[in-house]
C-alpha cells in the first residue's frame, strides 16, 4: 500500500460508526419534546424535534364570550406564534445534534442533511 493510498476497510468503518451516530441523533429528536409559548405562556405548543406538533394548550382565560370574534383572531395569532417558537426551538436542537454530523461528512451538504 502506499502512502497516498486509502484504507478502504477504515473508511467503511469510519462510515459505519458515523451512519451510527446519524441514527441515534435522528432517534434523540424524535424522542425530544420542545415547547414554545407565546401571550406569555397563555398558549403552548410542544413539538418533536423533527418539528411535529405533538400539543397545543390553550389557557381559558384568553377566552373572552363576550367578544367571540375577537378571541377566536386572538388565539389564532397566538396559537401560529407558539408553534413558530417550538419549531425554531426543534430547528435549533436539530443543528445541535446533526450539525456536527454534516461536518463530518465534509461539509459538503453545507452544514444540512437532506430532509432537514
Known sequence: MNPGDVNLQ???E??????Q???????ELNDAQIEGSSGGGLVKAVVNGSGELLELK??????????P???ADTIS?????????????AADLQ???LGPL???????LGGQLPGF
Open 77 to 89: 395569532d397566538l396559537v401560529i406564534a407558539a408553534i413558530r417558537d417550538a419549531v425554531r426551538a
Open 95 to 97: 443543528q445541535e445534534k
Open 10 to 12: 477504515q473508511l467503511l
Open 69 to 71: 370574534q375577537e378571541t
Open 14 to 19: 469510519q462510515a459505519a460508526v458515523m451512519q
Open 102 to 108: 454534516a461536518q463530518g461528512l465534509g461539509g459538503g
Open 58 to 67: 390553550i389557557d381559558p382565560s384568553v377566552i373572552d364570550a363576550a367578544d
Open 21 to 27: 451516530q446519524l441514527v441515534n441523533a435522528q432517534q
